[in-house]
């Protein structure tokens, strides 16, 4: 028993000297590592100060071999100016050679020239006089071509009085003949048109039968009409007639205005001018004067504006100035309204007045026009305001007399003369009977359809007086029985140059209105009105 404690206790004591000498061994260990630390940290130090002096030394290297190159650069540039200092002095020395041999050159040139001078001198002396002879043929051309411009302005007297003169011949109402075109909506089965017809008008047809057999002056029209008898046969009609011009419905509106631009011109050189369209409802009367919205479409009253202007301007070069105002008036159920005022209708009252200037209608708007352009704008506020109305003839059928009037004045600041002239483009209210225009049944339309047919009939009725009045002599011409012929009146009377546009349907259920208006328009086309007076003033 004592000898296992003895050996235990040798155990422990072997244990403890173990211990002590592996925790001896463990604390020279943590002393070995803290020297290797530190000797790692002393050659990391060192390995970096190595580096860097190392870096050191290389850019040192390299600022010394750039430096090299930069001496060796000075040294090249210094070389190649050496060699450029040499060639200039040699270019030098063969420039100073040069002039000097140039020198002796221009020593001789110097006596060409003093030579040439003398010689030039003598020329000098002839050209100014022949500048002096040139001088008195310069003034003498001058006083000719005052000459030719005195006699340039007597010949355009000459040919203003030659160009009315050859319309004068052509007689004082002249009638153009337009027949329109089919339009989409007369070949629809909801056409305003077609909801009249009757079964005979259905057999003949939507297409009137019109043929324009004149193909070289287009003056001629016929109308072809069939309709059966009491005894069951095809009774078959012609009418011919003939005007001055017929537009075939294939005509544009530049066509048509080609043949009355002439009118613009009388208008400018003094005359009173009158356009007025004619024709049923539904005719294209508004059309043909108004126009549509393209410029292709323009119609009459703008274009001849333009022309107007456009005649005014070419005479400024031949010492004419011109100013120029216009109005616009409508005619419904007999009272005059000024589609050019601020206030509504029929607040005024617009009484006509002729005197030996011309007609005019008491307190209307008169606004001055400027150019073209301020026509186009008038024209769109009178078109707001004018009278218009749907009926069976026509869905906007104008209800009213349309008159615009024009007025141009002028002077002639080379010879004193001076001028006026008007132009009156009428667009007349569609000619309809009563049971066609399906009014009957309307109070407001039936008065409007018998005025516009009473006034008519008044123009009719001036337009016989006229006839049997360069017939038989003396007769009272009734223009006070309507305010349209009262106030067409000097237009009518002789002191005017007066066109007459007849529109007409191509629509077979028109036929009947077609003749009356075809017959009224060959009654006028045959009427003399006399000859129109310029209206002129020589220099005070």
Known sequence: MDAERAKVAELEANHRALSLELANAKSLELDKRRELVSASDEIEKLRMKHAKEIMELEMEAKSKAREARELADELR?????????????????????????????????????????????????????????????????????????????????????????????????????????????????????????????????????????????????????????????????????????????????????????????????GYNVCIFAYGQTGSGKSFTMEGGSTEATTGMIPRAVNQVFKAADDLKSKGWEYKMDGQFLEIYNETINDLLGKGEFDKKKHEIKHDKSGTRVTDVNVMPLQSPASVTSLLRVANSRRTVAATLMNERSSRSHSVFTLRISGTNTHTGESCEGSLNLVDLAGSERLNSSGAAGDRD????????????????????????????????????????????????????????????????????????????????????????????????
């Open 77 to 269: 540039l210094a070389k190649s100016d050496l060699e450029r200092e040499r060639d200039n002095v040699s270019n030098l020395k063969a420039t100073l050679s040069h002039q000097s041999t140039s020198h002796i050159a221009l020593n001789a040139q110097i006596n060409a020239l003093q030579a040439q001078k003398a010689a030039t001198q003598m020329q000098l002396d002839a050209l100014m006089t022949t500048s002096s002879d040139k001088t008195l043929e310069l003034e003498a051309a001058h006083r000719r071509i005052l000459d030719l411009e005195q006699d340039a302005r007597e010949s355009e007297m000459v040919r203003r009085k030659l160009h009315n003169m050859v319309q004068e011949l052509k007689g004082n109402i002249r009638v153009f003949c337009r027949v329109r075109p089919v339009l989409t909506s007369d070949l629809s089965p909801s056409s305003s048109f077609t909801s009249n017809l009757t079964p005979d008008d259905e057999e003949k047809g939507r297409e009137a039968d019109i043929t324009f057999p004149d193909k070289r002056d287009h003056k001629e029209i016929v109308v072809s009409s069939s309709s059966s008898s009491a005894m069951g046969s095809e009774r078959k009609e012609i009418y011919n007639f003939g005007f001055d011009r017929v537009f075939e419905p294939e005509s544009t509106q530049i066509e048509v205005f080609e043949e009355i631009s002439f009118l613009a011109q009388s208008c400018v050189d």
């Open 445 to 540: 339309r039936l008065k409007e359809t018998q005025n516009i047919n009473k006034s008519l009939s008044a123009l009719g009725d001036v337009i016989a007086a006229l006839g049997e009045k360069a017939e038989k002599g003396e007769k009272h011409i009734p223009y006070r029985n309507s305010k349209l012929t009262y106030l067409l009146q000097n237009s009518l009377s002789g002191n005017s140059k007066t066109l007459m546009i007849l529109n007409l349907s191509p629509l077979a259920a028109h036929l009947n209105e077609s003749l009356c208006s075809l017959r009224f328009a060959t009654k006028v086309n045959n009427t003399m009105i006399g000859t129109a007076k310029k209206q002129i003033r020589g220099s005070s």
